[in-house]
């Protein structure tokens, strides 16, 4: 009987505990697992096995508890999640949102919102099974990461992320809608008054004060008088029925704007 041989010998890591040896290379990425083998650089100066900013390794749980994975900045640098996401939310005296590494700063030129890093490496090599289903079927998704998108140059970033620029489009388009909503509900108070007059003027033949005017002229003044009057009132429904189409609308936006920004949950790369 053959006795089992490791392929490969594991270099000896003395700046690693053994149960984060064993947890960078259960949970590691194939490059994890790679860096692991080899024994160029000191373990805890790595980025790929170590949060450069807590000098802590992935997946195992530092002295705070916690446990972080790889992800990378947009200028390629690689660090624990959330050492990085608290880096980048607070101010740092100034340098804030800026990579710890090399100063590349990681923000959105006129928002001013973070660009967020991503998991550093495509596909993990055990890609976890997540129960993405309450159900008692339990469906199971293998979750694996995409493969970060390339290094961006900083006249490669937009003025504004995709939700803020979201928000200015449809507060624009709000805006649009107030305005039209102000010159309809103008127009629908003078109708209104219109059509009070042209009542008014009605009212007053019939009581037959018209005494100057021929029987002829009266009913010439009063047929013109009806014919006003339609047409304000259909002027009147036209308008009521614009006010009901803008407000509509104007409501709708709201409801887009929710979507679209569902939409970019689902979405993947540095700008979102
Ligand atoms: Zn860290
Ligand atoms: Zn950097
Ligand atoms: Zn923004």
């Given at each position: 009987?053959?006795?089992?041989?490791?392929?490969?010998?594991?270099?000896?890591?003395?700046?690693?505990?053994?149960?984060?040896?064993?947890?960078?290379?259960?949970?590691?990425?194939?490059?994890?697992?790679?860096?692991?083998?080899s024994?160029?650089?000191?373990?805890?100066?790595?980025?790929?096995?170590?949060?450069?900013?807590?000098?802590?390794?992935?997946?195992?749980?530092?002295?705070e508890?916690?446990?972080?994975?790889?992800?990378?900045?947009?200028?390629?640098?690689?660090?624990?999640?959330?050492?990085?996401?608290?880096?980048?939310?607070?101010?740092?005296?100034?340098?804030?949102?800026?990579?710890?590494?090399?100063?590349?700063?990681?923000?959105?030129?006129?928002?001013?919102?973070?660009?967020?890093?991503?998991?550093?490496?495509?596909?993990?090599?055990s890609?976890?099974?997540?129960?993405?289903?309450?159900?008692?079927?339990?469906?199971l998704?293998?979750?694996?990461?995409?493969?970060?998108?390339?290094?961006?140059?900083?006249?490669?970033?937009?003025?504004?992320?995709?939700?803020?620029?979201?928000?200015?489009?449809?507060s624009?388009?709000?805006?649009?809608?107030?305005?039209?909503?102000?010159?309809?509900?103008?127009d629908?108070?003078?109708?209104?008054?219109r059509?009070?007059?042209?009542?008014?003027?009605?009212?007053?033949?019939?009581?037959?004060?018209?005494?100057?005017?021929?029987?002829?002229?009266?009913?010439?003044?009063?047929?013109?008088?009806?014919?006003?009057?339609?047409?304000?009132?259909?002027?009147?429904?036209?308008v009521?029925?614009?006010?009901?189409?803008?407000?509509?609308?104007?409501?709708?936006?709201?409801?887009?704007?929710?979507?679209?920004m569902?939409?970019?949950?689902?979405?993947?790369?540095?700008?979102?």
């Amino acid at each position: 009987m053959a006795i089992y041989e490791p392929k490969t010998t594991m270099p000896a890591h003395p700046d690693l505990a053994r149960e984060q040896i064993t947890a960078l290379q259960t949970h590691g990425s194939k490059q994890t697992r790679l860096a692991l083998l080899s024994d160029s650089q000191p373990a805890l100066t790595n980025p790929l096995l170590t949060c450069l900013i807590c000098i802590h390794p992935y997946h195992a749980a530092n002295v705070e508890g916690n446990i972080e994975t790889p992800v990378m900045t947009a200028c390629g640098h690689i660090f624990g999640n959330k050492c990085i996401k608290q880096w980048l939310e607070q101010d740092n005296g100034g340098s804030g949102k800026t990579c710890p590494m090399c100063r590349f700063e990681l923000k959105y030129r006129e928002c001013g919102c973070v660009i967020k890093a991503v998991p550093a490496f495509g596909t993990s090599p055990s890609p976890y099974l997540v129960n993405s289903d309450p159900s008692p079927k339990k469906s199971l998704t293998i979750h694996t990461d995409p493969t970060p998108p390339p290094r961006i140059t900083a006249s490669e970033i937009p003025l504004r992320c995709c939700r803020c620029e979201i928000r200015r489009v449809v507060s624009a388009e709000k805006e649009r809608y107030d305005d039209l909503l102000f010159e309809l509900y103008d127009d629908r108070a003078a109708l209104m008054e219109r059509i009070s007059a042209l009542k008014e003027l009605a009212a007053h033949e019939v009581d037959g004060e018209e005494t100057l005017l021929t029987q002829t002229q009266m009913q010439e003044t009063r047929v013109q008088n009806q014919e006003a009057l339609r047409l304000a009132e259909k002027e009147l429904d036209g308008v009521d029925k614009e006010i009901e189409v803008a407000q509509e609308l104007r409501d709708g936006l709201e409801v887009e704007k929710t979507k679209k920004m569902e939409e970019l949950k689902a979405r993947s790369g540095w700008f979102l």
